[in-house]
Nanobody
């Protein structure tokens, strides 16, 4: 396991932007973000993997969110544009040793504490 420190959440109006950051205490093959809205299950948002730099997004955020990674800093970023009220959730950074495109929860060994994102209409 590694320690994950998140930042960048906040409140914004619909159509606005936010950038989330997550720094890991040690490198991990895959890093990314999940989110959980009140009364709903946690869902995967975006993941980036090392070496290839491949990125994966859930359909609802494609074209609006961009995940990137600074390996030297051990930091992953989630740039969120054109935010919608339905993006409102607690966002959790997740890191792990492998990535299964069929099941994004596999391979995760570390979770951040979460950062709140609230989008008002």
């Amino acid at each position: 396991q590694v320690q994950l420190v998140e930042s960048g959440g906040g409140s914004v109006q619909a159509g606005g932007s936010l950038r989330l950051s997550c720094t890991a205490s040690n490198g991990r093959f895959r890093m990314g973000w999940f989110r959980q809205a009140p009364g709903k299950e946690r869902e995967a948002v975006a993941t980036i993997v090392a070496i290839s730099g491949g990125t994966y997004y859930t359909d609802s955020v494609k074209g609006r969110f961009t995940i990137s990674r600074d390996n030297a800093k051990g930091t992953v970023y989630l740039q969120m544009n054109s935010l919608k009220p339905e993006d409102t959730a607690m966002y959790y950074c997740a890191a792990g040793t492998f990535f299964d495109v069929a099941d994004w929860t596999r391979g995760i060994d570390s979770w951040g504490q979460g950062t709140q994102v609230t989008v008002s209409s």
